[in-house]
């Protein structure tokens, strides 16, 4: 019995000297403390924070700082602390008690100037020296305009860091630039005052309850997922965020901005991430997702402009024109509404549609992941006795709800003929208003689980902060492969004109859209009233296909998009021909950013193309291994092979890694590939060679001047660029000459003056290695967009 008591008292010591031990300091300084976020979010997250942690032996002081003057910023920051609101279940008395408490901890300063931030240093350290308090860390929170981050960072760079042992975190909110460039630019400039580790740019979805919980609940349902979560059984996911909302009295940062940088570029990609990637053993390393999350941005498929749909409320135009006093003849192209699809090209993704979705005066505010499962089962029995839990002919479908809608409140819907889900004791299971419906079911036909406590974002990711869990956050490497993915399709995008839609229930049907073939577009043709839209540049759709004549050839001209097209379209048409004939279809093609969309195209949307009796070929290859980036094997690779089914024995890259070494001339590479194509091609007569034009007059690897290839008996040479990697093999004109058609494709503004000049000048190969492009018996046409064409 004594010796019970004393092991028992030694706990209890132990416990209070462990307690003492770790009675540490943490400063919260929050920059922007009386702006409309921190009013609206950051003084209560902070509240909850302090509330949650005072008693686990953690003290604390709270900074508010902005740069208005002393006296009035206290009055400021009392308006915005009024408002602080205690849980539900705490007693008022308690409340009271609590945040007078927090109030009391609760300064406003002034931070403007180097010496004010020396000063609050000083004062930190005053008062830890005078409480006899250990630091724990200091959290600088930037709720102020991107534009204030480099002079903040600069000034607690050199006076505000904290001792030796204490750790800094500073919390970033969007925007992260505005672009890849942009993005990287800031990140550069934070990265010369901070870490990486002490950064927390927020993204407030992450906060979301719903969203935090999809890795936790991928984790904890495992057994039934495993299986489930790949492109055998989903159909397709939807990530969503509709708001009724609309961008008045923000329009200064929407202009800029719009709805894909505002939103599809973060919230809905982070959640996307959240969904796709590989689930790693524990998902509480914050490495380990960091690590998936990155491969998720590695796999995605570039984006074209037929990915994406936009519109623009209709009087978003007249906002901008009144906000930011534009003339009434401006007309904003900024999209409000933007719906996406993305695809993964990986083994668990391939095929599988990510829809992304969001907009400003919608009809109504809801947000959500759905991933819709396939349905393979046929019911025998009749319709009538189908129960939600037992029949696999219902729909089958996981929704982590993230919240508003119907249903107002973040939830994880599970169909019941899926499985039955576990959920960690802090989700209970809801039950909704009588007859509800969701996602074409009754709420009945779910499991559905509602957050116990519901918490705002920011009060989930302030705790986050405050433990240094740094998986809720977006590090350097995710923003920049973010704005990589993302940048492509707004530059394509920055001159198309949105569709425009009058707002709220008004919108009808007009922003449905449909997607097949890789492509997305508005199922209704843009009703009469809203023709012309406000851009003043023609659409492409505006223009036929033009046909004419180039250097005594046919020419075929359009914009980009209908090129590719046509092209793809000519190369079927050409594939299929010589398949009937000859049992086999020989494509030689260049490599380069041109062709890229044309291969996209031939890989999505040409379902009659006879690639099991296609032999594809290079016409010119970069002196690197056939892995490397630059490869134009590896082009190919990326963009066509893996999404066709070519025998791998009918695929030809170029031998130019032979030996362990590059192009060596002992190697024989040129010869090798020259005997490969007498020995398979009949004639050495490729059925289509498929060339470019660069805008020196470079076709294949044959540049101005070169000694090789431009004439004589060599079939394959090697040859020297003027740009790096400097080492090129390529087919020689004499060869590209036998062939039975080749097409040249010239696509925009930067070869407007090479088009120009080649249309005049004679046969001069040495000059204008294009110019001895002349099929002996065979047929060359011109593939010209308008960018290139029309100069
Ligand atoms: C912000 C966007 O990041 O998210 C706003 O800038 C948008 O345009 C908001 O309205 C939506 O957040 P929530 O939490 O209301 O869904």
């Given at each position: 019995m004594w010796k019970m008591l004393i092991v028992v008292m030694c706990v209890a010591l132990l416990g209070c000297l462990q307690a003492q031990e770790l009675q540490e300091h943490v400063s919260i300084i929050l920059l922007g403390a009386t702006g409309d976020l921190a009013k609206k979010y950051l003084w209560q997250g902070l509240f909850q924070l302090y509330l949650d942690e005072?008693?686990?032996?953690h003290s604390f002081s709270f900074h508010g700082a902005a740069l208005t003057a002393p006296k009035q910023g206290q009055e400021l920051m009392a308006k915005a602390l009024e408002s602080l609101s205690c849980p539900k279940d705490m007693a008022p008395s308690h409340c009271a008690e609590e945040k007078d408490q927090f109030l009391q901890l609760s300064r406003y300063r002034q931070l403007k100037t180097a010496e004010d931030y020396q000063a609050l240093n000083k004062d930190i350290e005053a008062q830890l020296q005078h409480a006899g308090l250990r630091e724990a860390g200091r959290i600088f929170y930037?709720?102020?305009?991107?534009?204030?981050y480099a002079d903040i960072a600069r000034n607690i760079n050199s006076s505000c860091r904290p001792g030796p042992g204490a750790w800094l975190r500073v919390v970033l909110e969007k925007p992260?630039?505005?672009d890849h460039f942009s993005a990287q630019q800031l990140a550069t400039e934070l990265g010369s005052f901070f870490q990486e580790e002490e950064m927390y740019r927020v993204d407030h979805y992450l906060g979301k309850q719903a969203v935090a919980q999809i890795l936790p609940f991928r984790d904890q349902n495992r057994k039934a997922l495993d299986s489930l979560w790949n492109r055998h059984h989903v159909e397709r996911v939807e990530i969503i965020m509709k708001e009724t909302v609309d961008a008045e009295g923000r329009t200064s940062f929407y202009e800029e901005y719009g709805v894909i940088r505002d939103v599809l570029q973060n919230h809905l990609t982070e959640v996307l991430t959240l969904v796709a990637m590989?689930?790693?053993?524990?998902?509480?390393s914050a490495e380990a997702v960091l690590r998936h999350k990155l491969q998720v941005f590695q796999a995605l498929r570039g984006l074209q402009r037929g990915s994406a749909v936009v519109g623009q409320y209709q009087s978003y135009s007249e906002q901008v024109r009144r906000e930011l006093q534009k003339p009434d003849s401006f007309h904003s192209l900024t999209p409000t509404f933007a719906a996406v699809l993305v695809h993964i090209d990986?083994?668990?993704?391939?095929?599988v549609p990510f829809i992304l979705m969001s907009g400003k005066a919608l009809d109504e505010r809801v947000g959500y992941a759905r991933i819709l499962f396939k349905n393979q089962a046929c019911c025998v029995?009749?319709?009538?006795?189908?129960?939600a839990a037992q029949s696999q002919c219902l729909p089958r479908q996981l929704i982590f709800h993230i919240g508003h809608g119907d249903l107002g409140s973040p939830a994880v819907l599970v169909s019941r003929n899926l499985f039955r889900p576990s959920l960690p004791s802090s989700w209970k299971e809801m039950e909704g208003p009588p007859g509800l419906r969701l996602f074409g079911s009754p709420l009945s036909d779910y499991y559905a689980y509602s957050p116990v406590q519901e918490r705002d974002a920011h009060s989930v990711l302030l705790s986050h902060i405050f433990h240094g869990r740094k998986d809720s956050f977006i590090t350097t490497e995710n923003l920049l492969a973010s704005w990589g993915f993302w940048t492509p399709l707004l530059e394509s995008l920055a001159h198309k004109a949105p569709r425009l839609y009058p707002g709220g229930a008004e919108n009808g049907r007009l922003l449905d859209f449909e997607f097949s073939s890789g492509r997305l577009f508005f199922s209704?043709?843009?009703?009469?009233?809203?023709?012309?839209?406000?851009?003043?540049a023609p659409m492409p759709s505006d223009f036929q296909v033009l046909r004419a004549k180039y250097r005594e050839s046919p020419l075929v001209s359009a914009w980009s998009e209908e090129l590719i097209s046509k092209l793809a379209n000519d190369i079927e048409a050409t594939a299929v021909r010589a398949v009937r004939r000859f049992g086999q279809f020989h494509l030689a093609l260049s490599g380069g950013s041109s062709p890229v969309a044309l291969f996209q195209q031939l890989a999505t949307a040409?379902?009659?193309?006879p690639w099991a009796h296609t032999h594809l070929w290079l016409v010119d290859e970069r002196c690197?291994?056939?892995?490397?980036?630059?490869s134009n094997f590896q082009g190919l690779q990326a963009h066509l092979l893996q999404h066709v089914r070519v025998p791998y024995y009918n695929i030809h890259p170029m031998p130019v890694h032979l030996q362990q070494r590059?192009?060596?001339?002992?190697?024989q590479g040129a010869q090798i590939y020259a005997r490969e194509i007498s020995a398979l091609v009949a004639n050495s007569s490729f059925d289509l060679v498929l060339l470019g034009m660069g805008a020196?007059?470079?076709?294949a690897s044959l540049?101005?001047?070169?000694?090789?290839?431009?004439?004589?008996?060599?079939?394959v040479v090697l040859t020297t660029s003027?740009?790096?990697?400097?080492r090129r093999m390529s087919l020689s004109l004499p060869l590209i000459n036998r062939a039975k058609k080749v097409a040249v494709l010239v696509m925009g503004r930067m070869k407007r003056e090479i088009t120009a000049l080649v249309s005049r000048v004679g046969y001069e190969p040495k000059k204008?290695?294009?110019?001895?492009?002349?099929?002996h018996s065979g047929q060359l046409v011109w593939y010209m967009d308008y960018d290139a064409f029309l100069a």
């Open positions: 005072v008693g686990r032996g930037f709720s102020v305009p991107p534009f204030a992260f630039g505005h590989e689930l790693p053993l524990n998902v509480s990986n083994l668990r993704w391939e095929g029995q009749s319709e009538k006795h189908w129960a209704q043709q843009q009703p009469e009233q809203l023709v012309p839209g406000p851009g003043p040409h379902y009659g193309f690197v291994p056939l892995s490397d980036p630059e590059l192009c060596a001339e002992e190697d020196d007059g470079h076709t540049f101005p001047q070169s000694p090789t290839g431009l004439d004589g008996e060599q079939l003027p740009s790096q990697p400097h204008w290695p294009i110019s001895g492009v002349l099929p």
